[in-house]
């Protein structure tokens, strides 16, 4: 299995709704990311997860909590977001951290009200 | 700070015409350059990494090159299919500024 899942595809939530994103690979990858991208800009690295540890977080506000429960699965939270909020959250997955090449899977694209 | 830029923005090519792709980065502590491709409202899809100044890496019409300071995506005779948008990144080294950063991107259209 080459494949790094997403789910769901789309999502519409309002500012006071708390959702979650889930991501998941069997590729037995020891390291998964998360990403914001708004239209016709590239991905920005949100989180990093390094052997199930959160090893980088590039100062993302707190609505976004990300949580890895192991290995192959990561979510993120969502709570009291902003329509600036709205983007394409892409997961990724690397056989280890910072030297590999990322895997994508296809996005979750967000709406806020 | 680390930076990444890419060039041309935007690229017509006719099918068959051959060109390259750049991409600039200043880094401290170079760990790896990867080339993405990226179709619209899909995720990246991994094409290569190179490490260190010299190497290449090829792949179909896909040949990737790396110096000090840039690397190139040379597209060989392209297709139609290869239209997409290219982007490249570089991981630095951890503690060094931004740790893993995405260039902005070239859109290449190939025309039948």
């Known amino acids: 299995d080459t494949e790094v899942t997403q789910t769901p595809k789309h999502l519409v939530m309002g500012m006071t709704n708390k959702k979650s994103l889930k991501c998941e690979q069997h590729?037995?990858?020891?390291?998964m990311y998360w990403y914001k991208q708004k239209a016709k800009k590239p991905p920005e690295l949100m989180f990093v997860?390094?052997?199930?540890?959160?090893?980088i977080n590039e100062s993302v506000p707190s609505r976004f909590s990300p949580e890895c429960p192991n290995s192959s699965l990561l979510n993120l939270h969502l709570h009291a977001l902003q329509p600036e909020d709205s983007a394409l959250y892409l997961c990724?997955?690397?056989?280890?951290?910072?030297?590999?090449?990322?895997?994508f899977g296809p996005g979750t694209r967000l709406t806020v009200l | 700070e680390d930076q990444v830029t890419q060039s041309p923005e935007a690229l017509r090519l006719q099918e068959g015409e051959s060109s390259s792709l750049n991409c600039s980065y200043t880094?401290?502590?170079?760990?790896?350059l990867f080339w993405y491709r990226q179709d619209p409202g899909k995720g990246p899809e991994f094409l290569f990494t190179l490490y260190s100044a010299g190497e290449e890496k090829e792949k179909e019409r896909l040949k990737a090159t790396l110096t000090k300071k840039e690397s190139f995506l040379h597209i060989t005779a392209p297709k139609p299919e290869d239209s997409a948008t290219y982007l490249c990144?570089?991981?630095?080294?951890?503690?060094?500024?931004?740790?893993?950063?995405f260039g902005p991107g070239t859109r290449l259209s190939v025309l039948p």
């Open positions: 997860y390094s052997y199930e540890k959160l090893s």
């Open positions: 590729m037995g990858h020891r390291a």
């Open positions: 990144a570089v991981q630095g080294a951890p503690g060094y500024g931004q740790n893993f950063v």
């Open positions: 990724a997955s690397s056989q280890e951290p910072h030297t590999s090449g990322q895997f």
């Open positions: 880094v401290s502590g170079l760990r790896g």
